[in-house]
């Protein structure tokens, strides 16, 4: 007798997952929706996964136990998981994150419902080892604004999607050589075939304190990787409106100043320590970026999306005494994109740079009180 298709395949991989693999996998198991079969792959663990999961498996008869010799990568054992699923959608699961139990379920009342949309996220609560919740994310729910975010990193957290299997698989699954970026540039083409959308739920609690997470041990392949495709998206949308293409290392240099603004250690350590000054924004990358600026003015909300993110920017360029280039990303925000500027805050991030420290300030009109009154702290 053949087994019943399942309306939805969880996919899971792990690698020497053992402190938190039970909690993951209790969090599937456990959900309010049951119609799915939960994919595993152990990618070679030297550890009790292996163990801990063949014991699962007798249990629960929902789980596909798939058992890599070596140790393959994310990015072979997703497509090797993929493979082997069957459901209708495909909802992915980290074996160190902690799904919500009604997760599955409003991710498929959804999908039912939104026929134009190809993948659903949801908001997400960041968790420490031990499981204490640190903070909170919530997305923009549209596609535009999501597709606006995915033109330069990825914003969405990908234990808590669930995608059309069959466009996931029409897509070619992940591209093997975006190492630890293949989920986001698996957004970008889903994006570009079908529409994205989040749920405002919080629906995952992602384990953020892991010393053996990717993001620690590969971190400089996984940016090399996520500034390579945010260079195709935004190439790939320049020349959609029949704009001209964008100069690479101007793109490059927004990027990694951009980065600085929201990871300052993986800025300086893989691109401000080896590159030096020679690796910070330029005035005359303005004129080479003139084609992304139009772009975010001419493409649904991408002046929404960015304007705020890079008005950010240009005071942190201010700050950091990047005192021209601050100064003209300022203006392109004024002029072409139409961002209104909080002077007050400015003219702070301006001035404050290149006053004496104030300390020192106010011991001297301590000492000479008939002068001016103590200054403020700027």
Partial sequence: MNK????????MCVYNGETHLKEAVNSILKQTFKDF???IVDDGSTDSSWQIL??????DSRIVLVQNQENL??????NKGLAATTGKYLARQDA???SFPERLQLQVNFLDTHQQVGAVGSSIEFIDRQGKVLSKQ????DHDSLQSLLLINNCLWHSSMTVRNSLLKELGGYNEQMLHAEDYDLWWRISCNSCLATLPDVLLHYRQDNSAAITKLKRKKQ???SQQISYKAINQCLQDRDLSSLNEKAHERLWWTYLELIDRQ???????DERGKSGLLQQQDFRCLKPFWNLLVNRPAGTKIWGTRFYQLSNHLLRSRQTLVGLQLLWILKTKLNISIQWNTTIKALIKPYLPGIKQINRFYRNHHFLKPKIDRI
Avoid: A
């Fill in 73 to 78: 990568g994310l990015e072979k054992s997703l």
């Fill in 138 to 141: 919530n997305l923009p729910e």
């Fill in 4 to 11: 019943p298709i399942p309306k939805v395949s969880v996919l």
């Fill in 266 to 272: 993986s800025y300086k350590k893989w691109w401000y």
């Fill in 37 to 39: 079969e939960f994919v």
């Fill in 54 to 59: 063949n014991e699962y498996s007798i249990k």
């Fill in 223 to 225: 940016l090399q990787c």
């Fill in 96 to 98: 160190d994150d902690i």
